[in-house]
Protein backbone atom coordinates (compact mmCIF):
# COMPACT_ATOMS: atom_id res chain seq x y z
CA UNK A 1 0.00 0.00 0.00
CA UNK A 2 3.04 2.27 0.31
CA UNK A 3 2.49 3.32 -3.15
CA UNK A 4 0.96 6.52 -3.53
CA UNK A 5 1.82 7.10 0.09
CA UNK A 6 5.33 8.94 0.44
CA UNK A 7 7.31 10.58 3.29
CA UNK A 8 10.16 13.68 2.43
CA UNK A 9 12.29 13.69 6.28
CA UNK A 10 14.02 17.03 5.00
CA UNK A 11 9.89 18.66 4.60
CA UNK A 12 9.37 20.87 7.53
CA UNK A 13 6.16 19.34 7.75
CA UNK A 14 5.98 16.78 10.44
CA UNK A 15 5.86 13.00 9.14
CA UNK A 16 2.79 12.27 10.75
CA UNK A 17 1.07 14.87 9.09
CA UNK A 18 2.67 13.79 6.02
CA UNK A 19 1.17 10.20 6.65
CA UNK A 20 -2.27 11.61 7.34
CA UNK A 21 -2.91 14.06 3.91
CA UNK A 22 -1.62 11.39 1.60
CA UNK A 23 -3.83 9.03 3.20
CA UNK A 24 -6.37 11.53 2.85
CA UNK A 25 -5.51 12.47 -0.88
CA UNK A 26 -5.36 8.52 -1.53
CA UNK A 27 -8.55 7.96 0.32
CA UNK A 28 -10.26 10.94 -1.75
CA UNK A 29 -8.85 9.83 -5.22
CA UNK A 30 -10.54 6.29 -4.83
CA UNK A 31 -6.84 4.53 -4.67
CA UNK A 32 -7.78 3.89 -1.46
CA UNK A 33 -11.50 1.69 -1.66
CA UNK A 34 -13.88 1.96 1.35
CA UNK A 35 -13.21 -0.94 3.71
CA UNK A 36 -9.89 -1.96 2.33
CA UNK A 37 -7.10 -2.64 5.11
CA UNK A 38 -4.15 -0.55 5.90
CA UNK A 39 -1.06 -1.70 6.46
CA UNK A 40 -0.05 -2.10 10.25
CA UNK A 41 2.05 0.28 12.12
CA UNK A 42 5.14 -1.87 12.18
CA UNK A 43 4.70 -2.58 8.31
CA UNK A 44 4.35 0.69 7.12
CA UNK A 45 6.79 2.18 9.60
CA UNK A 46 9.33 -0.55 8.40
CA UNK A 47 8.32 0.29 4.82
CA UNK A 48 8.79 3.95 5.29
CA UNK A 49 11.97 3.96 7.36
CA UNK A 50 10.47 5.50 10.34
CA UNK A 51 9.59 5.19 13.64
CA UNK A 52 5.91 3.03 14.23
CA UNK A 53 4.98 6.16 17.12
CA UNK A 54 5.03 8.00 14.10
CA UNK A 55 2.95 6.05 11.97
CA UNK A 56 0.67 5.48 14.82
CA UNK A 57 0.00 9.01 15.51
CA UNK A 58 -0.80 9.84 11.63
CA UNK A 59 -3.37 6.62 12.03
CA UNK A 60 -5.23 7.87 14.93
CA UNK A 61 -5.22 11.17 13.89
CA UNK A 62 -7.34 9.66 10.40
CA UNK A 63 -9.59 7.10 13.03
CA UNK A 64 -10.27 10.20 15.11
CA UNK A 65 -11.77 12.36 11.68
CA UNK A 66 -13.38 9.22 10.66
CA UNK A 67 -11.37 8.08 7.56
CA UNK A 68 -10.25 5.06 9.15
CA UNK A 69 -11.70 3.11 11.94
CA UNK A 70 -9.99 0.08 13.97
CA UNK A 71 -11.44 -3.11 14.25
CA UNK A 72 -9.84 -5.33 17.20
CA UNK A 73 -7.65 -8.41 16.43
CA UNK A 74 -8.47 -7.17 12.85
CA UNK A 75 -6.42 -4.30 11.50
CA UNK A 76 -7.11 -0.68 10.54
CA UNK A 77 -9.24 -0.06 7.36
CA UNK A 78 -10.72 2.75 5.22
CA UNK A 79 -14.04 3.72 6.42
CA UNK A 80 -16.95 2.09 4.71
CA UNK A 81 -18.62 5.56 3.99
CA UNK A 82 -17.24 9.76 4.67
CA UNK A 83 -17.53 10.64 7.93
CA UNK A 84 -20.22 13.05 8.73
CA UNK A 85 -19.27 16.10 9.86
CA UNK A 86 -21.43 18.78 11.04
CA UNK A 87 -21.59 22.11 8.81
CA UNK A 88 -19.98 24.34 11.31
CA UNK A 89 -16.47 21.89 11.77
CA UNK A 90 -16.39 21.14 7.99
CA UNK A 91 -16.90 24.90 7.17
CA UNK A 92 -13.98 25.27 9.94
CA UNK A 93 -11.38 22.95 8.49
CA UNK A 94 -12.50 24.32 4.78
CA UNK A 95 -11.72 27.71 5.77
CA UNK A 96 -8.21 26.68 7.06
CA UNK A 97 -7.11 24.44 4.28
CA UNK A 98 -8.47 27.30 1.55
CA UNK A 99 -6.18 30.04 3.63
CA UNK A 100 -3.07 27.52 3.86
CA UNK A 101 -4.12 27.25 0.12
CA UNK A 102 -4.50 30.99 -0.96
CA UNK A 103 -1.30 31.77 1.17
CA UNK A 104 0.66 29.63 -1.05
CA UNK A 105 -0.96 30.95 -3.89
CA UNK A 106 -0.09 34.60 -2.70
CA UNK A 107 3.42 33.89 -1.92
CA UNK A 108 4.62 32.33 -5.39
CA UNK A 109 2.25 35.24 -7.13
CA UNK A 110 -0.61 33.69 -8.81
CA UNK A 111 -3.53 35.59 -10.02
CA UNK A 112 -6.42 34.68 -7.59
CA UNK A 113 -8.42 33.12 -10.96
CA UNK A 114 -5.55 30.73 -11.64
CA UNK A 115 -5.91 30.05 -8.29
CA UNK A 116 -8.86 29.44 -8.11
CA UNK A 117 -8.75 27.20 -11.76
CA UNK A 118 -6.47 24.96 -10.21
CA UNK A 119 -8.80 24.42 -7.23
CA UNK A 120 -11.43 23.35 -9.49
CA UNK A 121 -9.12 21.26 -11.78
CA UNK A 122 -8.03 19.85 -8.84
CA UNK A 123 -11.65 18.45 -7.40
CA UNK A 124 -12.75 17.38 -10.70
CA UNK A 125 -9.56 15.00 -10.75
CA UNK A 126 -10.18 13.55 -7.76
CA UNK A 127 -13.95 13.14 -8.40
CA UNK A 128 -12.76 11.50 -12.19
CA UNK A 129 -10.37 9.22 -10.25
CA UNK A 130 -12.60 8.19 -7.55
CA UNK A 131 -15.59 7.38 -9.95
CA UNK A 132 -13.06 5.38 -11.84
CA UNK A 133 -12.63 7.58 -14.96
CA UNK A 134 -9.49 8.01 -16.66
CA UNK A 135 -7.32 11.14 -15.07
Do not use: C, H
Not at 20 to 30: F, K, M, P
Not at 102 to 113: C, H, K, Q
Amino acid sequence: MTRGLSIDPSDAIPLWKQIEDNVRRLVASGALKPASAMPSVRDLARDLSINPATVAKGYQRLVEAGILVVKRGEGTFVAEKPPSVPRGEREKELEGGAMRYASLAVSIGAAPDEAVEQVKRSLGFLRRKREGGSV
